[in-house]
């Protein structure tokens, strides 16, 4: 195990921004029905807890998102489940919880065209099982 480190710059945010787009962090992805943090997501968790770090106001929205494949009902559950398993990571690993918000938003803001009923490659579909990281305060 080794720490990552992300260079120290001051970075022109406001509120509204999306953390990981604004700092280059990759997208945390989720396995089909599932909500664990997998390795590759918890790598990318550093980056933003190192940022988190380096602004000590900061607080973030965690918006989570599940791909079209089951029902509304079901992907609301499934996509709170994992804006929670990301926040308890966060916190977990020392952000303090009154720093984060989150919410599942199910499949109702997907990335693409892969909607009910659409034939679209694993690939596609995983572009949606996602958690995004919105800057609410500086």
């Known amino acids: ?5 992300l260079e120290k710059k001051v970075k022109p945010v406001t509120v509204g921004d999306d953390l990981a ?3 280059g962090i990759k997208i945390i992805y989720f396995d089909l029905d599932k909500w ?25 929205d965690v918006r989570s998102h599940t791909d079209s494949r089951q029902t509304h009902k079901y992907n609301e559950k499934l ?3 994992r ?18 918000i989150g919410k599942g938003y199910g ?14 490659s694993e690939e596609e579909h995983q572009a949606n099982r996602r958690s995004e990281f919105i800057i609410t305060a500086l």
Do not use: H
């Open 83 to 100: 804006a929670k398993s990301t926040m308890a990571w966060l916190v977990t690993n020392g952000v303090d919880a009154s720093r984060l």
């Open 1 to 5: 195990d080794f720490p990552i480190q």
């Open 36 to 60: 664990n943090i997998r390795p590759d997501a918890a790598l990318e968790l550093e980056k933003i807890l190192d940022v988190m770090k380096q602004y000590p106001t900061m607080k973030i």
């Open 79 to 81: 996509s709170d489940r």
């Open 107 to 120: 499949e109702t803001l997907l990335v693409n065209k892969c909607a009910d009923g659409v034939k679209c």
């Open 21 to 23: 787009k604004a700092f």
